[in-house]
């Protein structure tokens, strides 16, 4: 794609004053960066006299550049299938190739899969894309190959580099640096590919190698070409937020990195000055948060704080997390470590109540962006049609802010606050909905106001290497930074113990954990009852099964489970009583013998047994659409069965039910968020469920967030397949005591009642409340 702008620009230099103003229309719109102008120009053009390639390029360019990827990704699809038509003319400049296809739409799917994080699909494009590359023919000095084959190898060596497979993006950046360029146009070639290595060199974390190009002659000739560009053009601020930015943070960066603070304070000082900066959030951002670590290694902690504030308030105002200047700046920066450095500073600075604060802004952050590409989620209110307005005008303020970044970026302001303005009414409307599309977290006296004065919180934030607990009651709060070394290797050692009944003393392995997270935190306990919220591989942690040396956890508290501490906002008590008691499905029929749970058949019938007005599904009958139909008529729903649970996926982890005519059985972490089930208590008795695997969370948050969401008050659920009888019996006990028990107190005298069966805590130590305990 920029192949194709690159040519452009070469030929926008030789054109000023009268030649300007008869220029094509597009030339025009396109150089004054008036996208939206440009596609709906060519939307006209097509219209008129019928699609070609040529004209569905330059929408499709127009669209890339307004970082409108829905709109992009099917205007490159009929780009696509114009040119297997045989119009191969893809630009001004007729490039032909040689095979069936013409690289151009393919690495223009592979930038915009750099820019929205699919590395595995911008490396497969890339690879069409460099393939195709070879054969095109030119009618401009040969230019155009050139450039198609430095735009696929530098976007090949982003993807691989940011997918973190370091020696194949090593590969394609000394093939790019190896690559000759034609003797008609090594001038105009050579700053564009030390432009393309230089952001591959800082991609691979080179910066000193990336310096050099960016400082070097070859590359300032970059700039040169442009000049005439920037002064044809009406919009110059344009040309410095889609050019002169992006190096000025390069070369800022690649200072910083290299420990020339001196320089990278000024160089990034001086774009804090430039007001365009601001109205760049990926880059503004990245600018504040690199300009607070420098004042925090100067020891000015209080600006260091002041900078990752202003840097979070950045990352917060927009819902998707796209890095739209990665395939320029060649760096994607990870804004989960913006909140870990600020909560280390504010910890550092005995802030503690603020550190809490921006801990809840970090998980809230996570879900955000979790459920980025989430649209269809459910509302109950009454006010449904307003709802939905208010969250239309959220989505369609900032898709306006993001392309005004591109192409008007003095005018975001504006659309910025009408974004903020439908987002507090949405929050005003709807909390629950709000803080599923915008960080909405509580501080620390909101926490404790909503805390029963006889329970403790506990909220654990995990980063591997840093760990902070915070202990809140209705008096206070409480930190300290807890020992993480090998905190993992325990974690999956005591995985191993507890998930094998054959395991010998898993209580040993239990006690080290003890001694490590709740030991040095347990003088500021003021209660028995704890809400424990994890964080990262916590999440996978029995706490019940922790040790002391004398007793287990759950042998002196009655423990409950939370994603997040703010969710206490949300959760409801229970609600009002449904007709029918308890919904159970056991056993689906999954097509295939080796699933079947034949032991989840009889638990289900069992435990619909301990009360009237209870139906169970089983085999072909326990599918997806009995779940729909009768979900919310039942106060307590039970699933035994199989689940497949997948942090990398949260949302397409699914509860695993029967197919029929209606729905293909697949009950997803994704739909639940389009669900209303309004339970008082959903039970995942699951088999396999995948959550055995330590990994970052988001599973378990998007699993049990999902069904609160859906309208359950709380959520039981296994770590890890336990054996049959005991699950039976477990369970059978469970539904029994809540007749005169709150539901903490029912599962914990059931694990305690099954403990004194089975010892070890394979057998009853899986099953955790998440959730409302009453």
């Known amino acids: 794609m920029r192949a194709n702008v690159a040519i452009t620009l070469i030929l926008l230099s030789q054109i000023s004053g009268c030649a300007y103003n008869i220029a094509p229309e597009y030339i025009r719109l396109e150089s004054t960066a008036r996208y939206r102008e440009l596609a709906m120009y060519e939307e006209a053009q097509i219209k008129q006299s019928g699609a070609s390639s040529r004209l569905l390029y330059r929408q499709c360019y127009a669209y890339s550049k307004l970082k409108n990827y829905r709109k992009l990704f099917d205007c490159l699809d009929r780009l696509e299938e114009q040119i297997k038509t045989g119009d191969k003319a893809v630009t001004l400049f007729t490039a032909i190739s040689d095979s069936d296809g013409s690289p151009t739409p393919h690495l223009m799917r592979a930038e915009a899969y750099v820019e929205t994080g699919d590395y595995v699909k911008a490396i497969s494009e890339g690879k069409k894309g460099y393939e195709l590359s070879a054969n095109v023919h030119s009618t401009f000095m040969g230019f155009e190959k050139t450039q198609h084959t430095i735009q696929a190898l530098g976007l090949l060596a982003l993807a691989h580099a940011f997918n973190g497979e370091r020696h194949k993006a090593a590969t394609y950046l000394n093939a790019l640096k190896e690559l000759p360029l034609s003797f008609t146009g090594i001038a105009q070639s050579t700053p564009i590919k030390n432009?393309?290595?230089?952001?591959?060199?800082i991609a691979l974390g080179e910066y000193v190698k990336s310096l050099e190009l960016l400082q070097g002659d070859g590359y300032k000739g970059l700039r040169a070409f442009t000049s005439a560009f920037v002064g044809a053009s009406t919009q110059g601020e344009n040309v410095f937020a889609t050019l002169e930015l992006p190096n000025a943070y390069m070369v800022n960066k690649c200072l910083f990195e290299t420990e020339r603070l001196k320089e990278a304070k000024a160089g990034f000082d001086e774009m804090l000055k430039i007001p365009q900066t601001m109205n760049v959030g990926e880059i503004y951002w990245l600018v504040l948060f690199d300009r607070g670590r420098i004042a925090e290694q100067e020891g000015d902690r209080q600006s260091a704080i002041d900078f990752y504030r202003r840097a979070i308030t950045v990352i917060e105002e927009q819902r998707s997390s796209i890095d739209t200047e990665a395939s320029k700046i060649g760096f994607v920066g990870d804004k989960q470590t913006v909140y870990r450095q600020l909560v280390a500073t504010l910890y550092a600075d005995h802030q503690y109540a603020a550190a809490f604060e921006y801990v809840e802004r970090s998980k809230a952050r996570a879900l955000v962006d979790m459920l980025a590409s989430k649209q269809?989620?459910?509302?109950?209110?009454?006010?449904?049609?307003?709802?939905?307005?208010?969250?239309?005008?959220?989505?369609?303020?900032?898709?306006?802010?993001?392309?005004l970044a591109q192409e008007a970026p003095s005018q975001q302001s504006h659309v910025r606050s009408l974004m903020i303005r439908s987002r507090q009414q949405l929050s005003g409307e709807a909390p629950d909905l709000a803080s599923l599309v915008s960080v909405s977290a509580l501080d620390s006296s909101d926490v404790q106001a909503l805390l029963p004065a006889d329970e403790t919180l506990v909220e654990y934030y995990f980063d591997d290497p840093q760990l902070i607990a915070f202990v809140l009651t209705k008096n206070g709060i409480s930190a300290i930074k807890l020992d993480s070394r090998d905190l993992l290797q325990e974690l999956h050692e005591y995985r191993k113990h507890v998930e094998s009944a054959t395991a010998l003393h898993p209580e040993q392995q239990a006690r080290k954990l003890y001694e490590r997270l709740i030991a040095p935190i347990e003088k500021w306990f003021g209660t028995t009852k704890l809400v424990i919220v994890p964080h990262g591989a916590l999440h996978y942690l029995p706490f019940n099964a922790l040790h002391d040396g004398n007793r287990y956890l759950i042998e002196k508290y009655a423990v409950r489970l939370l994603p997040s501490a703010s969710v206490l906002k949300y959760i409801s008590s229970s609600s009002e009583p449904k007709p029918g008691n308890i919904l159970a499905f056991g056993n689906p029929d999954l097509g295939d013998s080796r699933h079947d749970l034949v032991y989840a058949q009889n638990e289900a019938i069992a435990v619909a047994k301990t009360r009237p007005q209870s139906k169970v599904f089983l085999r072909k009958d326990a599918t997806e659409t009995a779940f729909e139909k009768y979900g919310s008529s039942f106060n307590y729903i039970h699933f035994a069965t199989h689940g497949q649970f997948n942090a990398d996926a949260p949302l397409k982890s699914a509860i695993l039910l029967a197919k029929d005519a209606e729905n293909d059985g697949m009950l997803t972490v994704d739909k639940l968020y389009s669900s209303k089930i309004d339970a008082d208590l959903v039970t995942l008795s699951a088999c396999?469920?995948?959550l055995g695997k330590i990994a970052n969370g988001d599973d378990i948050v998007g699993l049990t967030r999902g069904f609160l969401y859906a309208g359950a008050s709380s959520i039981v659920a296994s770590l890890w397949k336990v054996d049959?009888?005991?699950?039976?019996?477990?369970?059978?006990?469970?539904?029994?005591?809540?007749?005169?028990?709150?539901?903490?107190?029912?599962?914990?005298?059931?694990q305690l009642q099954t403990k004194k069966k089975y010892d070890h805590p394979f057998y009853w130590a899986s099953f955790q409340l998440t959730g409302n305990s009453k």
């Open 724 to 750: 049959d009888l005991a699950t039976a019996d477990l369970m059978t006990r469970f539904y029994t005591n809540m007749k005169t028990l709150d539901k903490r107190e029912a599962l914990r005298q059931a």
């Open 376 to 403: 269809d989620f459910s509302i109950r209110s009454a006010n449904v049609e307003n709802i939905r307005k208010l969250l239309e005008t959220a989505r369609n303020t900032e898709a306006e802010s993001l392309a």
């Open 688 to 690: 396999e469920t995948g």
């Open 195 to 201: 432009q393309a290595l230089a952001r591959s060199y």
